[in-house]
């Protein structure tokens, strides 16, 4: 009896192994897809040098990419790029334009983003916030008046002749 309980222990932790090198060839599979997600990103911020919406949307995607690792395979997707995902974000705010001119915020620009990429966050967009200046406590001060202008001496060539 005892060889059948050894045997049938011999048994459960192969299977255990085998579940062990499943689980770590899927954990390298997951962590390769995000260093080539990475490395598609780098490329393209490399490609557009200093452009300062490009850089701030592509260290956006890198940061997301660290606290959402499965995030990986929907920026891998091809033709997926931060440019087209910066035509998106014009394409929204197109639509909300007043006088001509359309804004985003923070947040719905970066959403924007991410559902460009197909990628439902599990959180709210995190977005880093820009202090304001507190005006509640802000004293408004006089104006000042403008100077009424001297009149304009105006004479013609005749007159001094």
């Known amino acids: ?20 090198a499943e689980y770590q060839a899927k954990e390298q599979e997951a962590f390769k897809m995000v260093e080539q997600a990475k490395a598609k990103l780098m490329t393209e911020l490399r490609m557009e040098g200093v452009h300062p919406y490009v ?14 690792p499965s995030a990986a395979e929907k920026i891998m997707v091809k033709g997926k790029t931060i440019i087209g995902s910066m035509k998106e974000m014009r394409k929204i705010a197109e639509k909300q334009q007043v006088n001509n001119c359309g804004v985003l915020t923070p947040e719905q620009g970066l959403a924007a983003v991410l559902s460009y990429f197909d990628i439902k966050p599990k959180e709210k967009v995190p977005v880093v916030k820009v202090a304001t200046p507190n005006l509640s406590n802000h004293t ?22």
Do not use: C, W, Y
């Open 1 to 20: 009896m005892e060889k059948m309980d050894h045997h049938i222990e011999m048994i459960q932790e192969g299977q255990m192994n085998i579940f062990e």
């Open 55 to 68: 850089s701030a949307i592509g260290n956006f995607l890198l940061d997301f990419l660290k606290d959402n």
């Open 140 to 161: 408004l001060k006089e104006s000042v008046v403008a100077p009424k202008p001297t009149q304009r001496f105006e004479a013609s060539l005749d007159e001094f002749l």
